[in-house]
Protein backbone atom coordinates (compact mmCIF):
# COMPACT_ATOMS: atom_id res chain seq x y z
CA UNK A 1 0.00 0.00 0.00
CA UNK A 2 1.16 3.42 -1.07
CA UNK A 3 -0.17 6.41 0.67
CA UNK A 4 0.59 9.93 -1.25
CA UNK A 5 0.07 13.60 0.29
CA UNK A 6 -2.02 16.17 -0.85
CA UNK A 7 -2.09 19.67 -0.68
CA UNK A 8 -2.92 20.62 3.03
CA UNK A 9 -5.85 23.21 3.40
CA UNK A 10 -6.22 26.22 5.78
CA UNK A 11 -9.89 25.63 5.75
CA UNK A 12 -11.87 23.05 4.45
CA UNK A 13 -14.65 24.47 2.37
CA UNK A 14 -16.28 21.67 0.55
CA UNK A 15 -16.95 17.44 1.56
CA UNK A 16 -14.88 14.78 2.37
CA UNK A 17 -14.83 12.30 -0.74
CA UNK A 18 -13.97 8.94 -1.40
CA UNK A 19 -13.42 7.54 -5.04
CA UNK A 20 -12.49 3.76 -5.69
CA UNK A 21 -11.23 3.30 -9.19
CA UNK A 22 -8.76 5.89 -11.19
CA UNK A 23 -10.36 5.06 -14.27
CA UNK A 24 -11.43 7.66 -17.10
CA UNK A 25 -14.75 8.10 -15.05
CA UNK A 26 -12.76 8.23 -11.72
CA UNK A 27 -10.26 10.79 -13.24
CA UNK A 28 -12.95 12.83 -14.42
CA UNK A 29 -15.00 13.28 -11.53
CA UNK A 30 -11.60 13.88 -9.03
CA UNK A 31 -11.02 16.84 -12.20
CA UNK A 32 -15.03 18.16 -11.38
CA UNK A 33 -15.27 17.34 -7.88
CA UNK A 34 -11.70 19.19 -6.90
CA UNK A 35 -12.25 22.58 -9.17
CA UNK A 36 -15.58 22.41 -6.55
CA UNK A 37 -13.05 22.82 -3.38
CA UNK A 38 -13.77 19.16 -2.06
CA UNK A 39 -11.27 17.52 -0.13
CA UNK A 40 -10.33 14.37 -2.16
CA UNK A 41 -9.28 10.95 -1.70
CA UNK A 42 -8.63 8.60 -4.41
CA UNK A 43 -7.61 4.53 -4.59
CA UNK A 44 -6.88 2.05 -7.02
CA UNK A 45 -4.67 -0.84 -7.32
CA UNK A 46 -2.41 0.82 -9.75
CA UNK A 47 0.38 2.42 -7.92
CA UNK A 48 1.79 4.62 -11.15
CA UNK A 49 -2.26 5.50 -12.00
CA UNK A 50 -2.92 6.67 -8.50
CA UNK A 51 0.19 8.90 -8.31
CA UNK A 52 -0.47 10.22 -11.92
CA UNK A 53 -4.30 11.16 -10.35
CA UNK A 54 -3.02 12.27 -6.97
CA UNK A 55 0.02 14.63 -8.24
CA UNK A 56 -1.92 16.82 -11.17
CA UNK A 57 -4.84 17.54 -9.04
CA UNK A 58 -3.51 17.72 -5.86
CA UNK A 59 -5.52 15.26 -4.10
CA UNK A 60 -4.66 12.24 -1.82
CA UNK A 61 -4.09 9.17 -3.47
CA UNK A 62 -3.92 5.25 -1.96
CA UNK A 63 -2.72 2.24 -3.78
CA UNK A 64 -5.09 -0.90 -2.97
CA UNK A 65 -8.43 -2.62 -2.61
CA UNK A 66 -11.03 -0.32 -2.44
CA UNK A 67 -13.07 -3.16 -1.22
CA UNK A 68 -11.13 -3.69 2.06
CA UNK A 69 -11.46 -2.16 5.46
CA UNK A 70 -8.32 -1.36 6.29
CA UNK A 71 -8.03 0.52 2.90
CA UNK A 72 -11.42 2.25 3.52
CA UNK A 73 -9.87 3.28 7.29
CA UNK A 74 -6.82 4.38 5.96
CA UNK A 75 -8.60 6.76 3.30
CA UNK A 76 -10.86 8.22 6.24
CA UNK A 77 -13.91 6.45 5.56
CA UNK A 78 -15.66 6.97 9.24
CA UNK A 79 -15.31 10.83 8.42
CA UNK A 80 -16.32 10.97 4.68
CA UNK A 81 -19.05 12.66 3.21
CA UNK A 82 -19.55 11.39 0.14
CA UNK A 83 -17.81 7.51 -1.31
CA UNK A 84 -17.77 6.97 -5.08
CA UNK A 85 -17.18 3.27 -6.46
CA UNK A 86 -16.75 3.71 -10.23
CA UNK A 87 -13.78 0.76 -10.82
CA UNK A 88 -14.25 -1.69 -13.56
CA UNK A 89 -16.04 -4.61 -12.14
CA UNK A 90 -19.67 -3.91 -10.45
CA UNK A 91 -19.27 -6.17 -8.12
CA UNK A 92 -16.67 -4.72 -6.50
CA UNK A 93 -18.21 -1.67 -6.63
CA UNK A 94 -21.39 -2.33 -5.05
CA UNK A 95 -19.17 -3.94 -2.09
CA UNK A 96 -17.13 -1.14 -1.82
CA UNK A 97 -20.59 0.74 -0.91
CA UNK A 98 -21.98 -1.92 1.26
CA UNK A 99 -18.66 -1.55 2.83
CA UNK A 100 -18.52 1.88 3.51
CA UNK A 101 -22.34 2.63 4.37
CA UNK A 102 -21.70 -0.05 7.27
CA UNK A 103 -18.92 2.05 8.50
CA UNK A 104 -19.72 5.91 7.51
CA UNK A 105 -23.40 7.51 7.07
CA UNK A 106 -21.55 9.35 3.88
CA UNK A 107 -23.47 9.06 0.51
CA UNK A 108 -22.74 5.82 -1.97
CA UNK A 109 -22.56 5.86 -5.40
CA UNK A 110 -21.95 2.56 -7.44
CA UNK A 111 -21.47 2.36 -11.20
CA UNK A 112 -22.64 -0.87 -12.38
CA UNK A 113 -22.87 -1.93 -16.17
CA UNK A 114 -25.14 -4.90 -15.56
CA UNK A 115 -28.81 -4.45 -16.37
CA UNK A 116 -29.81 -6.90 -14.07
CA UNK A 117 -28.63 -4.97 -11.36
CA UNK A 118 -29.78 -1.55 -12.41
CA UNK A 119 -33.49 -2.71 -11.85
CA UNK A 120 -33.10 -3.62 -8.24
CA UNK A 121 -32.02 -0.36 -7.13
CA UNK A 122 -34.78 -0.48 -4.55
CA UNK A 123 -33.09 -3.01 -2.33
CA UNK A 124 -29.55 -1.99 -2.66
CA UNK A 125 -30.72 1.24 -1.20
CA UNK A 126 -33.03 -0.29 1.44
CA UNK A 127 -30.78 -2.77 2.49
CA UNK A 128 -26.98 -2.69 1.52
CA UNK A 129 -27.22 1.54 1.88
CA UNK A 130 -26.38 2.28 -1.95
CA UNK A 131 -27.98 5.72 -2.67
CA UNK A 132 -27.55 5.87 -6.16
CA UNK A 133 -26.70 2.61 -8.73
CA UNK A 134 -25.22 4.88 -11.95
CA UNK A 135 -25.38 2.63 -14.93
CA UNK A 136 -23.96 4.77 -17.53
CA UNK A 137 -24.82 2.33 -20.74
CA UNK A 138 -28.72 2.85 -20.03
CA UNK A 139 -28.02 6.82 -19.39
CA UNK A 140 -26.27 6.50 -22.94
CA UNK A 141 -29.19 4.93 -24.55
CA UNK A 142 -31.78 6.89 -22.87
CA UNK A 143 -30.01 10.00 -24.41
CA UNK A 144 -29.54 9.04 -27.77
CA UNK A 145 -33.54 7.71 -27.69
CA UNK A 146 -34.14 11.42 -27.24
CA UNK A 147 -32.11 12.65 -29.96
CA UNK A 148 -34.02 9.92 -32.09
CA UNK A 149 -37.21 11.25 -30.80
CA UNK A 150 -36.01 14.73 -31.56
CA UNK A 151 -33.29 14.11 -34.79
CA UNK A 152 -32.83 18.20 -35.61
CA UNK A 153 -31.20 18.24 -32.01
CA UNK A 154 -26.89 17.80 -31.52
CA UNK A 155 -28.27 17.92 -27.80
CA UNK A 156 -31.23 17.39 -25.77
CA UNK A 157 -31.66 17.72 -21.78
CA UNK A 158 -34.70 16.97 -19.94
CA UNK A 159 -35.78 19.01 -16.95
CA UNK A 160 -39.22 18.98 -14.93
CA UNK A 161 -39.44 15.55 -15.11
CA UNK A 162 -39.11 15.20 -18.97
CA UNK A 163 -41.89 17.77 -19.86
CA UNK A 164 -39.42 20.44 -20.56
CA UNK A 165 -36.19 20.35 -23.05
CA UNK A 166 -33.27 21.59 -22.94
CA UNK A 167 -32.08 21.82 -26.96
CA UNK A 168 -29.08 22.54 -29.14
CA UNK A 169 -29.05 22.60 -32.75
CA UNK A 170 -27.04 24.20 -35.31
CA UNK A 171 -28.27 27.10 -37.27
CA UNK A 172 -27.31 26.15 -41.29
CA UNK A 173 -27.39 27.97 -44.29
CA UNK A 174 -31.24 29.43 -45.74
CA UNK A 175 -32.43 28.98 -41.80
CA UNK A 176 -34.72 32.28 -41.77
CA UNK A 177 -33.64 32.81 -37.79
CA UNK A 178 -30.05 34.37 -39.68
CA UNK A 179 -29.60 37.64 -39.10
CA UNK A 180 -32.50 38.10 -37.06
CA UNK A 181 -32.42 39.81 -33.15
CA UNK A 182 -33.57 37.48 -30.24
CA UNK A 183 -36.24 40.21 -29.78
CA UNK A 184 -37.24 39.76 -33.58
CA UNK A 185 -37.84 35.85 -33.50
CA UNK A 186 -39.38 36.02 -30.05
CA UNK A 187 -41.71 37.94 -31.90
CA UNK A 188 -42.16 36.30 -34.65
CA UNK A 189 -42.43 32.73 -33.26
CA UNK A 190 -45.71 32.05 -31.77
CA UNK A 191 -44.52 28.97 -29.58
CA UNK A 192 -43.21 29.99 -25.81
CA UNK A 193 -39.50 29.03 -25.68
CA UNK A 194 -36.00 31.35 -24.91
CA UNK A 195 -33.06 31.06 -26.06
CA UNK A 196 -30.40 30.66 -23.74
CA UNK A 197 -27.32 30.35 -25.14
CA UNK A 198 -25.35 30.79 -28.57
CA UNK A 199 -21.62 29.10 -29.39
CA UNK A 200 -20.40 30.94 -32.39
CA UNK A 201 -16.50 29.78 -33.10
CA UNK A 202 -14.55 30.05 -29.67
CA UNK A 203 -17.36 32.25 -28.11
CA UNK A 204 -20.24 31.72 -25.55
CA UNK A 205 -23.05 33.82 -25.10
CA UNK A 206 -25.66 34.02 -22.97
CA UNK A 207 -27.57 36.77 -25.31
CA UNK A 208 -30.13 39.06 -24.52
CA UNK A 209 -33.02 40.90 -27.02
CA UNK A 210 -30.06 42.96 -29.42
CA UNK A 211 -28.08 39.42 -30.09
CA UNK A 212 -28.14 38.44 -33.77
CA UNK A 213 -28.38 34.44 -34.96
CA UNK A 214 -25.70 33.82 -37.86
CA UNK A 215 -25.05 31.19 -39.91
CA UNK A 216 -22.94 28.74 -38.31
CA UNK A 217 -23.96 29.37 -34.82
CA UNK A 218 -24.86 26.39 -32.42
CA UNK A 219 -27.77 27.56 -30.22
CA UNK A 220 -29.65 25.76 -27.06
CA UNK A 221 -33.00 26.82 -26.16
CA UNK A 222 -35.36 26.18 -23.64
CA UNK A 223 -39.22 24.95 -24.56
CA UNK A 224 -42.00 22.42 -23.15
CA UNK A 225 -41.52 19.31 -24.90
CA UNK A 226 -44.51 19.53 -27.52
CA UNK A 227 -43.25 23.11 -28.18
CA UNK A 228 -40.08 21.86 -29.29
CA UNK A 229 -41.42 20.17 -32.08
CA UNK A 230 -43.47 23.38 -33.00
CA UNK A 231 -40.30 25.31 -33.48
CA UNK A 232 -39.03 23.01 -35.89
CA UNK A 233 -41.47 23.22 -37.79
CA UNK A 234 -41.93 26.80 -37.67
CA UNK A 235 -38.37 26.85 -38.92
CA UNK A 236 -39.11 24.44 -41.81
CA UNK A 237 -37.33 21.45 -40.28
CA UNK A 238 -39.00 18.00 -40.74
CA UNK A 239 -39.97 16.96 -36.85
CA UNK A 240 -40.49 13.62 -36.00
CA UNK A 241 -38.92 10.79 -34.43
CA UNK A 242 -36.96 8.47 -36.68
CA UNK A 243 -38.19 5.50 -38.03
CA UNK A 244 -35.56 3.01 -38.28
CA UNK A 245 -32.23 2.50 -36.62
CA UNK A 246 -29.09 0.73 -37.72
CA UNK A 247 -26.92 0.02 -34.50
CA UNK A 248 -23.23 -1.52 -34.99
CA UNK A 249 -22.23 -3.31 -31.84
CA UNK A 250 -24.27 -5.62 -29.49
CA UNK A 251 -22.49 -5.38 -26.01
CA UNK A 252 -24.75 -3.65 -22.80
CA UNK A 253 -24.93 -0.01 -24.64
CA UNK A 254 -26.38 -1.58 -27.90
CA UNK A 255 -29.10 -3.88 -26.58
CA UNK A 256 -30.26 -1.21 -23.87
CA UNK A 257 -30.50 1.00 -26.73
CA UNK A 258 -31.93 -1.28 -28.99
CA UNK A 259 -34.59 -2.06 -26.38
CA UNK A 260 -35.48 1.38 -25.44
CA UNK A 261 -35.90 1.92 -29.47
CA UNK A 262 -38.12 -0.91 -29.88
CA UNK A 263 -40.68 0.49 -27.12
CA UNK A 264 -40.70 3.73 -29.09
CA UNK A 265 -42.08 2.11 -31.87
CA UNK A 266 -38.82 1.88 -34.02
CA UNK A 267 -37.70 -0.31 -36.48
CA UNK A 268 -34.10 -1.73 -35.32
CA UNK A 269 -31.53 -3.47 -36.79
CA UNK A 270 -28.37 -4.32 -35.00
CA UNK A 271 -25.36 -5.83 -36.11
CA UNK A 272 -23.04 -8.65 -33.58
CA UNK A 273 -19.69 -10.11 -35.08
CA UNK A 274 -20.10 -12.48 -32.12
CA UNK A 275 -22.71 -15.56 -33.05
CA UNK A 276 -23.16 -16.62 -29.63
CA UNK A 277 -24.12 -12.91 -28.66
CA UNK A 278 -26.59 -12.70 -31.65
CA UNK A 279 -28.14 -15.98 -30.02
CA UNK A 280 -28.42 -14.23 -27.04
CA UNK A 281 -29.94 -10.49 -28.38
CA UNK A 282 -32.68 -12.70 -30.42
CA UNK A 283 -33.99 -14.16 -27.41
CA UNK A 284 -33.74 -10.95 -25.25
CA UNK A 285 -35.10 -8.56 -28.28
CA UNK A 286 -37.92 -10.16 -30.08
CA UNK A 287 -38.86 -7.13 -32.29
CA UNK A 288 -35.61 -6.15 -33.15
CA UNK A 289 -33.44 -8.09 -36.22
CA UNK A 290 -30.09 -9.22 -35.29
CA UNK A 291 -27.67 -9.78 -37.96
CA UNK A 292 -24.37 -11.80 -37.51
CA UNK A 293 -21.67 -10.04 -39.23
CA UNK A 294 -18.65 -7.47 -38.86
CA UNK A 295 -20.02 -3.94 -38.40
CA UNK A 296 -17.46 -2.51 -39.94
CA UNK A 297 -17.58 -3.68 -43.12
CA UNK A 298 -18.89 -1.41 -45.84
CA UNK A 299 -20.22 -4.29 -47.83
CA UNK A 300 -22.64 -5.40 -44.42
CA UNK A 301 -23.53 -1.68 -43.81
CA UNK A 302 -24.65 -0.96 -47.36
CA UNK A 303 -26.37 -4.37 -47.53
CA UNK A 304 -28.52 -3.38 -44.17
CA UNK A 305 -29.56 -0.04 -46.28
CA UNK A 306 -27.33 2.44 -44.11
CA UNK A 307 -27.51 4.81 -47.81
CA UNK A 308 -31.36 4.91 -46.81
CA UNK A 309 -31.42 4.38 -43.01
CA UNK A 310 -33.26 7.73 -41.38
CA UNK A 311 -30.31 6.54 -37.75
CA UNK A 312 -27.00 5.27 -37.22
CA UNK A 313 -25.59 4.45 -33.94
CA UNK A 314 -22.27 3.01 -34.10
CA UNK A 315 -21.46 1.48 -30.46
CA UNK A 316 -18.14 -0.75 -31.15
CA UNK A 317 -16.40 -0.07 -27.88
CA UNK A 318 -13.53 1.71 -29.51
CA UNK A 319 -14.11 4.98 -30.39
CA UNK A 320 -11.56 5.37 -33.15
CA UNK A 321 -13.90 2.83 -35.20
CA UNK A 322 -17.16 4.56 -33.96
CA UNK A 323 -15.98 7.72 -35.60
CA UNK A 324 -14.75 6.44 -38.46
CA UNK A 325 -18.28 4.74 -39.10
CA UNK A 326 -20.13 7.59 -38.21
CA UNK A 327 -18.10 9.98 -40.71
CA UNK A 328 -18.75 6.63 -43.53
CA UNK A 329 -22.12 6.82 -42.17
CA UNK A 330 -22.41 10.73 -43.47
CA UNK A 331 -20.95 10.19 -46.57
CA UNK A 332 -22.84 7.59 -48.06
CA UNK A 333 -26.45 9.03 -46.29
CA UNK A 334 -25.37 12.70 -45.61
CA UNK A 335 -29.23 12.93 -43.95
CA UNK A 336 -29.01 10.12 -41.85
CA UNK A 337 -29.00 10.61 -37.87
CA UNK A 338 -25.85 10.21 -36.54
CA UNK A 339 -25.21 9.37 -32.88
CA UNK A 340 -21.66 8.53 -31.68
CA UNK A 341 -20.46 7.46 -28.27
CA UNK A 342 -16.84 8.15 -27.26
CA UNK A 343 -15.39 7.25 -23.99
CA UNK A 344 -12.15 9.12 -24.11
CA UNK A 345 -12.07 12.94 -24.33
CA UNK A 346 -8.48 13.85 -25.29
CA UNK A 347 -9.60 14.83 -28.58
CA UNK A 348 -12.94 16.66 -27.86
CA UNK A 349 -12.46 19.70 -30.48
CA UNK A 350 -10.71 17.58 -33.41
CA UNK A 351 -13.86 15.40 -33.20
CA UNK A 352 -16.55 18.43 -33.11
CA UNK A 353 -14.94 19.70 -35.91
CA UNK A 354 -15.68 16.34 -37.70
CA UNK A 355 -19.74 17.31 -37.80
CA UNK A 356 -20.63 13.58 -37.51
CA UNK A 357 -24.02 14.81 -35.74
CA UNK A 358 -24.49 14.31 -32.28
CA UNK A 359 -21.68 12.96 -29.80
CA UNK A 360 -22.08 11.04 -26.53
CA UNK A 361 -19.98 10.95 -23.57
CA UNK A 362 -20.76 8.82 -21.33
CA UNK A 363 -18.12 9.60 -18.29
CA UNK A 364 -19.76 13.27 -18.18
CA UNK A 365 -23.55 11.57 -17.85
CA UNK A 366 -22.10 9.95 -14.79
CA UNK A 367 -20.35 13.27 -13.44
CA UNK A 368 -23.17 15.20 -13.81
CA UNK A 369 -25.26 12.73 -11.72
CA UNK A 370 -23.00 12.64 -8.80
CA UNK A 371 -22.39 16.40 -8.69
CA UNK A 372 -25.67 17.35 -8.73
CA UNK A 373 -26.23 15.43 -6.13
CA UNK A 374 -23.03 16.50 -4.35
CA UNK A 375 -23.90 20.16 -4.75
CA UNK A 376 -27.55 19.52 -3.10
CA UNK A 377 -25.62 18.03 0.20
CA UNK A 378 -23.14 21.38 0.32
CA UNK A 379 -27.11 23.46 0.20
CA UNK A 380 -29.07 20.70 2.80
CA UNK A 381 -29.87 23.75 4.87
CA UNK A 382 -30.28 26.52 1.88
CA UNK A 383 -33.31 27.62 0.21
CA UNK A 384 -33.41 25.43 -2.86
CA UNK A 385 -32.42 21.84 -3.74
CA UNK A 386 -30.78 21.10 -6.85
CA UNK A 387 -33.07 18.80 -8.77
CA UNK A 388 -30.47 18.56 -12.15
CA UNK A 389 -27.30 19.44 -14.12
CA UNK A 390 -26.07 19.86 -17.09
CA UNK A 391 -22.97 21.26 -18.72
CA UNK A 392 -22.35 22.20 -22.26
CA UNK A 393 -20.51 23.54 -24.76
CA UNK A 394 -17.07 21.96 -23.66
CA UNK A 395 -17.95 22.64 -20.03
CA UNK A 396 -18.37 26.22 -20.59
CA UNK A 397 -21.48 26.78 -19.35
CA UNK A 398 -24.29 24.74 -16.65
CA UNK A 399 -27.90 24.53 -16.82
CA UNK A 400 -29.12 24.08 -13.54
CA UNK A 401 -32.73 23.15 -12.58
CA UNK A 402 -33.50 24.26 -8.50
CA UNK A 403 -36.44 24.07 -5.94
CA UNK A 404 -37.38 26.72 -4.11
CA UNK A 405 -38.07 25.56 -0.62
CA UNK A 406 -38.36 28.30 1.23
CA UNK A 407 -38.90 32.32 0.66
CA UNK A 408 -35.25 34.44 0.31
CA UNK A 409 -33.62 37.28 -1.60
CA UNK A 410 -35.44 36.22 -5.02
CA UNK A 411 -38.62 34.78 -4.13
CA UNK A 412 -41.55 37.79 -4.49
CA UNK A 413 -39.79 39.73 -6.56
CA UNK A 414 -40.94 40.82 -10.36
CA UNK A 415 -37.75 39.07 -12.37
CA UNK A 416 -36.97 42.48 -13.93
CA UNK A 417 -36.33 43.98 -10.47
CA UNK A 418 -33.65 41.09 -9.55
CA UNK A 419 -30.12 42.08 -10.36
CA UNK A 420 -28.56 38.83 -11.53
CA UNK A 421 -24.94 38.01 -12.16
CA UNK A 422 -23.97 38.64 -15.75
CA UNK A 423 -23.60 35.07 -17.49
CA UNK A 424 -26.93 33.88 -16.32
CA UNK A 425 -30.44 33.59 -17.86
CA UNK A 426 -33.09 32.43 -15.52
CA UNK A 427 -34.62 30.19 -18.75
CA UNK A 428 -38.19 28.37 -17.06
CA UNK A 429 -40.23 28.36 -14.48
CA UNK A 430 -42.49 25.29 -13.55
CA UNK A 431 -45.39 26.10 -11.00
CA UNK A 432 -47.99 23.39 -9.74
CA UNK A 433 -46.73 21.25 -13.18
CA UNK A 434 -47.09 24.31 -15.74
CA UNK A 435 -43.76 25.35 -17.59
CA UNK A 436 -43.64 28.74 -17.87
CA UNK A 437 -40.88 30.37 -20.20
CA UNK A 438 -40.34 33.99 -17.94
CA UNK A 439 -40.07 37.61 -18.74
CA UNK A 440 -39.71 40.38 -16.47
CA UNK A 441 -43.28 40.19 -15.21
CA UNK A 442 -42.95 37.17 -14.11
CA UNK A 443 -41.76 36.14 -10.13
CA UNK A 444 -39.98 33.23 -8.57
CA UNK A 445 -42.32 31.89 -5.78
CA UNK A 446 -41.87 29.04 -2.90
CA UNK A 447 -42.80 25.67 -4.56
CA UNK A 448 -41.24 26.76 -7.63
CA UNK A 449 -39.00 24.48 -10.03
CA UNK A 450 -36.66 26.92 -11.61
CA UNK A 451 -33.63 25.78 -14.35
CA UNK A 452 -31.13 28.72 -14.76
CA UNK A 453 -28.14 28.73 -17.44
CA UNK A 454 -25.19 30.36 -16.95
CA UNK A 455 -21.48 30.62 -17.60
CA UNK A 456 -20.37 30.96 -13.95
CA UNK A 457 -19.83 27.40 -13.00
CA UNK A 458 -20.46 25.98 -9.45
CA UNK A 459 -23.88 26.72 -8.06
CA UNK A 460 -25.47 25.26 -5.02
CA UNK A 461 -28.35 27.51 -4.04
CA UNK A 462 -30.53 29.52 -6.21
CA UNK A 463 -29.66 32.97 -4.43
CA UNK A 464 -26.44 32.60 -5.67
CA UNK A 465 -26.98 34.19 -9.24
CA UNK A 466 -28.13 37.68 -7.63
CA UNK A 467 -25.15 40.39 -8.06
Do not use: W
Not at 139 to 164: D, I, K, M
Not at 333 to 354: C, Q
Request: proline share 3%; glycine share 8%.
Amino acid sequence: MGIFSRFTQTEKKGLDIIIVGCGNVGATLVERLSNEGHDITVIDKDRDRVLEIANYYDVMGITGNGARYGILMDAGIQKADVFIAVARHDELNLLCCAMASKVSKCATFARVHTPEYSSETNYFRDHLGITMIVNPEFSTAEETSRLLYQPNALEVNTFANGRAELVKFKVEKNNPMIDKTIAKIGREIPHELLICAIEREDEVIIPNGNDRILEGDEISFMASKENVRRFFDHIGFVSRQVKDALIVGGGTSGYSLAKLLCDMGISVRLIEQNRERCEELSRLLPHALIINGDGTSEDLLNEEDLPHIESFIPLTGVDEENVLLALYAKRVNPNVKVVTKINRVGYRDVIKGLEIGSIIYPRYIIAEAIVSYVRGMMNSHGSSNIERLYRMFNDRVEAVEFVVTEESEITGAYLRDLRLKEGVLIASIVRKGVIMIPSGRDKIMVGDTVMIVTTNLGFDNINQILA
